[in-house]
């Protein structure tokens, strides 16, 4: 099974600040063929479902705003909210879809310091 | 608007079954693959198992915890997916929630999900 490390296991920034959270892969999540990372980021908020934020690591889901972005490539990824807001306090996990099992990371919690 | 709705979750004895069922709208449900996720109280989230559509012969597969006790089922011509949980044990205790899974693989739309509490 391909196991997702996150870190910090929590992080707090103050509002306006970058917040930047890693996602860690026990084995590369890139496939050749298609030139893509099979890797997905999800918010999710106290008492809601998860929200699809990024997938092929990088690619924005329609309606996330432009200051959530993903990068990474192979093993090693990293989401990036570049101006913290109130409104994005929650868990964000990262998930790989390359391999079945289907597999998520432990979670990061981003609280407003 | 898509719209993925659980029901079917409650309170149910180790060793019993339960059937979870999702109702969708707002979209073609053939043309997609569906998938349980489930979360335990407090915790992480954990992929139960998926089953692809018609195309790809609806085929199943399952996290290794469910494998053998969980039975992921779908009729398109209403546009329902299920989960089907037997042999149930204290540790499936989660709220299930059932998911879409978008073209190259993620989940793109949620349930607000069901909660299944497996207790004595």
């Known amino acids: 099974d391909i196991v997702l490390t996150q870190s910090p296991d929590s992080l707090g920034v103050s509002l306006g600040e970058r917040a930047t959270i890693n996602c860690t892969s026990s084995q590369s999540v890139f496939d050749s063929s298609s030139n893509e990372n099979y890797l997905a980021w999800y918010q999710q908020k106290p008492g809601q479902p998860p929200k699809l934020l990024i997938y092929?690591?990088?690619n924005r889901e329609s309606g996330v705003p432009d200051r959530l972005s993903g990068s990474g490539s192979g093993t090693d990824f990293t989401l990036t909210i570049s101006s913290l807001q109130a409104e994005d306090v929650a868990v964000y996990f990262c998930?790989?879809?390359?391999?079945?099992?289907?597999?998520f990371g432990p979670g990061t919690k981003v609280d407003i310091k | 608007e898509v719209q993925l709705v659980e029901s079917g979750g409650g309170l149910v004895q180790p060793g019993r079954s339960l059937r979870l069922t999702c109702i969708t709208s707002?979209?073609?449900?053939?043309?997609?693959?569906m998938s349980w996720v489930r979360q335990a109280p407090g915790k992480g989230l954990e992929w139960v198992g998926r089953i692809r559509n018609n195309f790809y012969g609806a085929t199943t597969q399952y996290a290794a915890s469910v494998k053998d006790r969980f039975s992921i089922s779908r009729d398109d011509s209403k546009g329902v997916a299920y989960l089907q949980m037997s042999s149930l044990k204290t540790e499936d205790t989660a709220v299930y929630y059932c998911t879409r899974i978008c073209s190259w693989g993620c989940f793109d739309n949620w349930g607000q999900g069901a909660l299944v509490t497996v207790s004595s």
């Open positions: 092929w690591a990088s």
């Open positions: 998930q790989q879809y390359y391999r079945i099992p289907l597999t």
């Open positions: 707002g979209f073609t449900f053939g043309d997609y693959a």
